[in-house]
């Protein structure tokens, strides 16, 4: 009786396959844990303080739907000398927020959703529940979305695509050159874009973070301070773009999240001034060492220009999960591809854990290589 009190709408959506095996993780005696979407270090001292001090000061009350005045200011001032365009910015609980909002005020039932295949877990679901249907766009085998690839898939019920570079779980970072051919095929068609630039930091070899909104793309900027900052557990991050859409996510808020964690707010303020270079060298000096190790066993990966997952395909014979199944037994969980895609052919491995865990992971998979 009381399963049938559940509505229809989330009948059938099962907990990703992260929390699956992430689950799982405190059951073995010594887990090499290479599962989790986070950065291994910790927030900024100065950051710290700056929230111990915030809820000194009493700042633990409600805040502004649309998020405080300064911290709104500070991400708009931020934006600005990126260059990227926008008219409006909002404070969200994270990007998992302004995915939620973005979805309640653009989607109405029957509208398609472009997303590039692999995808981060959220973005089918978000849209299933604001009704809209999920158009896959396949990315493989290097995990760029090609002009041609989105411009098959446009139909007259598309509402927007949806961007993530860098890319959870590939680590793909589109490049200038590639960013252009999407755009024309964007304005072309008078698309409208959501970008997922959670990991605009987190760009390797020299180059940097390209964002489609600075080429005359109408587009909606999700970003965030979780994982530049090592504080997925604040629950913090920002919206920007179209007047028009901002207010109405700013009024879903209100009937949702209220605002952003107040203290996490207040704290982040000091964000902007920490550099965060070191702390990003470091996973890229392990990005080499995993994608180096993996290449040596035999492996296929893909090489992450960003991000901090490398995505490699199951040697012949495996599903995802059989594959992942065989590495648990052996207490590496990394976390099988059909959980990011429509295929089943590759997993991810979070590379943002100590070197020794990685030495320990490459052992092995040394026993279970092609
Ligand atoms: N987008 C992507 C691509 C992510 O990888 C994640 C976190 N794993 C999120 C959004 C959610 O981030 P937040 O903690 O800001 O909600």
Redesign the pocket.
């Known amino acids: 009786m009381k399963e049938q009190l559940l509505s229809d709408r989330v009948r059938g959506i099962e907990p990703s396959g992260i929390r699956k095996i992430f689950d799982r993780v405190p059951l073995a005696k010594n887990p090499i844990n290479l599962t989790m979407?986070?950065p291994d270090f910790d927030v900024p001292e100065l950051i710290k303080d700056a929230a111990k001090a915030a809820m000194d000061q009493g700042r633990n009350k409600y805040t502004p739907t649309q998020g405080i005045p300064p911290l709104r200011q500070a991400i708009a001032e931020h934006l600005k000398s990126n260059g990227i365009p926008f008219e409006e910015v909002m404070v969200?609980?994270?990007?998992?927020?302004?995915?939620v909002l973005s979805s309640l005020a653009l989607i109405n039932p029957g509208d398609e959703v472009l997303i590039p295949d692999p995808y981060?877990?959220?973005y089918k679901y978000v849209v299933g529940l604001a009704g809209g249907t999920p158009v896959f766009l396949d990315t493989y085998p290097d995990f760029k979305l090609k002009p041609e690839t989105l411009e098959k898939a446009i139909s007259p019920r598309t509402k927007f695509l949806m961007l993530?570079s860098p890319?959870?779980p590939t680590g793909a970072v589109l490049s200038a050159p590639e960013i252009n051919a999407l755009a024309e095929v964007v304005k072309k068609h008078d698309l409208f874009v959501v970008s997922?630039e959670?990991?605009d930091r987190f760009v390797f070899d020299g180059n940097h973070h390209e964002s489609i909104s600075t080429r005359d793309v109408p587009t909606l900027i999700?970003g965030?301070?979780?994982?530049t900052y090592g504080m997925?557990g604040w629950?913090?991050?920002y919206a920007a773009g179209p007047a028009w859409l901002i207010k109405q996510m700013i009024t879903m808020q209100q009937y949702s999240f209220t605002s952003a964690n107040s203290v996490a707010q207040f704290a982040v303020l000091k964000a902007f001034s920490c550099d965060m270079s070191k702390e990003i060298a470091s996973l890229e000096e392990r990005r080499d060492m995993v994608y180096e190790g993996l290449r040596r066993l035999g492996f296929k990966p893909t090489r992450p220009e960003g991000?901090f997952y490398v995505f490699t395909p199951v040697p012949p014979g495996h599903t995802s999960e059989s594959f992942v199944e065989r590495c648990i037994a052996k207490e590496l969980f990394v976390i099988p591809g059909d959980a990011f895609s429509q295929k089943d052919t590759h997993f991810r491995i979070s590379f943002a854990a100590s070197r020794e865990d990685l030495r320990r992971a490459l052992n092995v998979l040394e026993a279970l290589k092609p």
């Open positions: 979407g986070e969200t609980a994270g990007v998992s927020g302004g995915l981060f877990v959220m993530n890319n959870n997922d959670i990991y999700l965030g301070f979780s994982k997925t629950r913090l991050g991000a």
